[in-house]
Structure formats: C-alpha cells, structure tokens
C-alpha cells in the first residue's frame, strides 16, 4: 500500500463527533501499551501522526485517519488497563461497544495482542465479543522484534488457540521497530475494506 496522503479527520470523544459514514473503515483495538499507535505510524508510514506515550491508557477518543481520501483507520482507546479511572472506564465502554456494533461503515478490525505474553482475560473477552458480533478480524502479534524466530511461532501457535481462530482466520506478527507484517497487514486491510463496504447508501458491513 503506498499512503500518499493521510490526515487526522476527527477526535471523537462522543458518537455525535464520529465523522460521516461515507467511506469503508478499519478499526484497530487493543491492550493499553500494546504498541498501536506504534503499529499505526508504521502502517501510515508517519513519525508521530498517532501520539505514542510511556502512559497506557493515554488514548481517550476515536482517531479517524483518513488515508488517500478514500477510507479511515480508527484508533479506538485500549482497554484492560486498572489505573484508568472507573469514570473514564464507564465513559469509553458505551462509546466503543457501541462504535463496534451499529457502525454502518465499519468493515472489521484490527485485534492486537502483544506477542510476549499470552493473551490476557480481557484479550479473549474481546475476541469473543468480535465473534459474536460477527466482526472481520485480522489478529496481530505486536512487538515480535522482542522475540527469537522460533518463539515467534510458538506464541502464533498460543495465540491462536487461546483466542481460539480458525484456521482460516488471519493471524500476523508485527514489529514497528523492523517493519515486519506492514505489507501482509495492508493486504489483508485493503481485503477487508473491499470486502466489507458497499457504498454510502448500501449495507454498510458485507455480512
């Protein structure tokens, strides 16, 4: 994917500031810390477009990324970190469930998972929820840098049976420090956004 150009459409700390729902969009959710704004600046090719921070839980609204005027990224706020405030908490649940559930343009997401450790409660808890919801997902080990080439296949092989994934189900390592996965991600995206998008007045999700 050549990005040619990208720009941040719209921080939306509530649903009446989501941007119009007129083109496909890839949503991406994660652990706090999991390293995705990382992955997003890797993806967009861009320093700094999606603020990276030593502070988990420091991303608080949606982030519309639009990208060559014809579809968005969305960096949704991570979960499963305990020093967010239960207000905080409580504010970002309804936004994001609901986000997930009733976007009409939204293709599928992003599910990150840091390949160091195993999934996390709140990592399966999400999984599960994308498959009720019967949300396309790609699900990404990130920070495979940190791991030996055969660590990197038995935490793929844990991974994918902790979540549960089908066969067929994609799974990717990624590194935002080496690069790794950026093309086979994008490739995967751009068969989500074509697969999943009609047009502004169609179906919305391809389900």
């Not at 939306?12 to 989501?18: G, L, V």
């Not at 994660?30 to 993806?43: A, D, E, P, Q």
């Not at 967009?44 to 060559?68: E, I, M």
């Not at 305990?82 to 939204?106: D, F, M, N, Q, T």
């Amino acid at each position: 994917m050549l990005v040619k150009e990208v720009e941040l459409a719209a921080a939306a700390f509530d649903a009446k500031s989501f941007v119009k729902a007129s083109r496909p969009e890839v949503a991406f959710i994660g652990r706090s810390n999991v390293g995705k704004s990382s992955l997003i600046n890797t993806l967009l090719n861009r320093k700094n477009l999606a603020r990276t921070s030593s502070t988990p839980g420091k991303t608080q609204a949606l982030y519309f990324y639009l990208v060559n005027r014809s579809f968005y990224l969305v960096d949704l706020p991570g979960y499963g970190y305990a020093r967010v405030s239960k207000e905080v908490r409580r504010r970002w649940a309804p936004l994001i469930e609901g986000y997930l559930r009733e976007r009409e343009s939204l293709c599928g997401c992003v599910h990150l998972i840091d390949s160091r450790h195993p999934p996390t409660a709140d990592d399966l808890l999400m999984a599960e929820w994308l498959r009720h919801y019967r949300l396309p997902t790609i699900t990404v080990a990130t920070k495979a840098d940190k791991l030996s080439r055969g660590a990197q296949k038995q935490r793929l092989a844990l991974i994918r049976r902790e979540l549960k994934l089908a066969a067929e189900e994609p799974l990717l390592l990624f590194s935002a420090v080496t690069g790794q996965g950026r093309e086979e991600l994008w490739r995967h995206t751009c068969a989500l956004i074509s697969g999943g998008f009609s047009d502004t007045s169609g179906n919305g999700r391809g389900k």
